[in-house]
Nanobody, 126 residues
Framework: QQQLVESGGGLVQPGGSLRLSCVVS????????VAWFRQAPGKEREGVSC????????DYAHSVKGRFTISRDDAENTVYLQMNSLKPEDTAVYYC???????????????????WGQGTQVTVSS
């Protein structure tokens, strides 16, 4: 069974940091492009960041560029999202997703991703 399980969410003060993890099972992470998405209350889900397989190309939403860093450890079947300088507007449920097709670059487009995790809550508040 193919699964993605996120963890690492929680409550943090503005300016703080969190590192999210996404552990995959039932498939080899090295064969997939992976992305993080988020959905805030009352808003549509939006792309945050992605990392391709093979050459580890990365991309970020403008709102998180310079603050968030995506990385992957294929040997551990884990993808990470390091989030620094967090703002209240970063509050959302964060999801990881996987795309099995090879693409030279990754794209943070929801329709490309077939496999999704259940999400982890991130709350930024004082």
């Amino acid at each position: 069974q193919q699964q993605l399980v996120e963890s690492g969410g929680g409550l943090v003060q503005p300016g703080g940091s969190l590192r999210l993890s996404c552990v995959v099972s039932g498939f080899a992470l090295e064969d997939y492009t992976v992305a993080w998405f988020r959905q805030a209350p009352g808003k549509e889900r939006e792309g945050v960041s992605c990392i391709s397989r093979l050459y580890y190309y990365t991309d970020y939403a403008h709102s998180v560029k310079g603050r968030f860093t995506i990385s992957r450890d294929d040997a551990e079947n884990t993808v990470y999202l390091q989030m620094n300088s967090l703002k209240p507007e970063d509050t959302a449920v964060y999801y990881c997703a996987a795309d099995p097709l090879y693409r030279p670059i990754c794209m943070i487009t929801q329709s490309l991703y077939d496999l999704w995790g259940q999400g982890t809550q991130v709350t930024v508040s004082s």
